[in-house]
């Protein structure tokens, strides 16, 4: 059974970076035939994918045009996780952040991560 | 930048069957889109339901299936339960990027 786990602050200041991790069991962040994606909901802008990191003999990335310039997928094999940094943060960031297993579909979710950007 | 439609809200009575669907601005949708559909209640994570068009995953009830429809993705679901209340999501791949839909309130009354 996989198992997705997300750890990260509720509460980031406008300017800072968002780091969030998601540390996966019951697969492999390096399997060959996976991929790792981050998923965010917000009221004022729905389900939004962010991107996503997968390894094919090496590892790529994807990530969605109007967040490219800020973010970053990084995986960690030695800890079995990947995880989602955003950097200079606005309010507009603010929402619940998923991790989501998949290529061409998102079958296993993390739990969430309310993330809100406030001073 | 791509917009992906589906109805605000529908309501469909228990027993009764319904269809929701989902339009691309880029043109008809087709299985190169790699449509997905989820659900999702109240506080929970979304909840895949079909995948590629019309595959189901394991924990798919046999109610639900997924269909193209007039150039859009369809989910339509049969003998409607109560705890089919949801909001729904659809999802389609643009060549490198996914995007979602808006979603639909489905209510059960």
């Known amino acids: 059974q996989v198992q997705l786990q997300q750890s990260g602050p509720g509460l980031v200041k406008p300017s800072q970076t968002l780091l969030i991790t998601c540390a996966i069991s019951g697969d492999s962040v390096s399997s060959n035939i996976g991929a790792w994606n981050w998923i965010r909901q917000s009221p004022s802008r729905g389900l939004e994918w962010l991107g996503r990191t997968y390894y094919r003999s090496k590892w790529y990335n994807e990530y969605a045009a109007f967040v490219k310039s800020r973010i970053s997928i990084n995986p960690d094999t030695s800890k079995n996780q990947f995880s989602l940094q955003v950097n200079s943060v606005t309010p507009e960031d603010t929402a619940v952040y998923y991790c989501a297993r998949g290529v061409t579909t998102f079958d296993y979710w993390g739990q969430g991560t309310l993330v809100t950007v406030s001073s | ?109």
Do not use: M
Request: hydrophobic content about 35%; charged content about 10%; proline content about 6%.
């Open chain 2, 1 to 109: 930048q791509t917009v992906v439609t589906q109805e605000p809200s529908l309501t469909v009575s228990p027993g009764g069957t319904v269809t929701l669907t989902c339009a691309s601005s880029a043109g008809a949708v087709t299985s190169d889109y790699y449509p997905n559909w989820f659900q999702q209640k109240p506080g929970q994570a979304p909840r895949a339901l079909i995948y590629t068009t019309n595959n189901k995953h394991s924990w798919t009830p046999a109610r639900f299936s997924g269909s193209l429809l007039g150039g859009k993705a369809a989910l339509t679901l049969s003998g409607v339960q109560p705890e089919d209340e949801a909001e729904y999501y659809c999802l389609l791949y643009y060549g490198g990027a996914w995007v979602f839909g808006g979603g639909t309130k489905l209510t059960v009354l």
